[in-house]
């Protein structure tokens, strides 16, 4: 069997540079909803990667390019306005927030416990609720809690290795949701999130992660439950 791709059409330049593009976010909302970041501009299509208008200039996000811009970006699965990119940047602004589908940008780089790190970034996903984006960095995992606009570190302790992180997917198996971490030479981290009692936004608020078993093997559990 033999398959032909086509996506010629799709190879743009989006602001004419020659810097990476810094990520990508396509709406699970709208499908035909697609942000797109280069050189700290934001580019928006509406259908599907066809045609890019810009919608932000690199001054209303404070993220630029850089010789080694790894990057991602996320879309709400369940509001088309929330969009979230994170990159190394060539500024100290690592990443940026929207909740009005890309018209203004917040800078969620954050400090001290709650500062993103200039690294890699290397996969970013989301757990199906929305409240939730994990990044994986070549500086460890971090997770972002989207009420609070913060994000906070997973390498924490001798809880989990600072591991140079590459691809993240979250899957949910009935009403369990696993974040799964791949790494470069460090194997693959399964973080289990404990959704029993429906308050995973409760983390921002406990201002720790619980993380069992202690030490650590194998699965990880992350308990994002009060107490």
């Not at 979250?170 to 194997?187: A, D």
Request: aromatic share 10%.
């Amino acid at each position: 069997n033999t398959s032909t791709a086509q996506t010629t059409a799709l190879e743009k330049n989006l602001n004419n540079t020659s810097n990476y593009i810094q990520g990508i976010a396509q709406s699970r909302v709208d499908a035909n909803l697609v942000f797109a970041m280069q050189g700290g501009t934001v580019f928006k299509s509406t259908d599907r990667g066809t045609n890019w208008t810009q919608i932000a200039a690199q001054a209303a996000t404070g993220m630029t390019a850089s010789s080694t811009n790894r990057g991602m970006g996320w879309a709400s699965p369940v509001d088309k306005n929330l969009v979230l990119f994170a990159s190394q940047s060539g500024s100290a602004v690592k990443t940026v927030f929207s909740k009005n589908g890309g018209t203004t940008w917040i800078n969620v780089t954050g400090s001290g416990a709650n500062l993103f790190p200039a690294a890699e970034v290397n996969g970013m996903a989301g757990n199906s609720k929305g409240t939730l984006v994990f990044a994986s960095t070549s500086m460890g995992p971090y997770v972002f809690v989207v009420n609070e606009e913060k994000w906070y570190p997973l390498a924490v302790g001798n809880d989990i290795p600072l591991f140079w992180g590459q691809i993240v997917h979250c899957v949910k198996y009935g009403n369990q949701e696993v974040v799964r971490f791949s790494t470069w030479g460090q194997g693959v981290w399964d973080f289990e999130l404990d959704m029993t009692t429906g308050v995973a936004e409760e983390i921002a608020a406990q201002e720790t992660l619980h993380i069992y078993p202690n030490p650590a093997s194998g699965t990880v559990n992350i308990n994002l439950n009060a107490g």
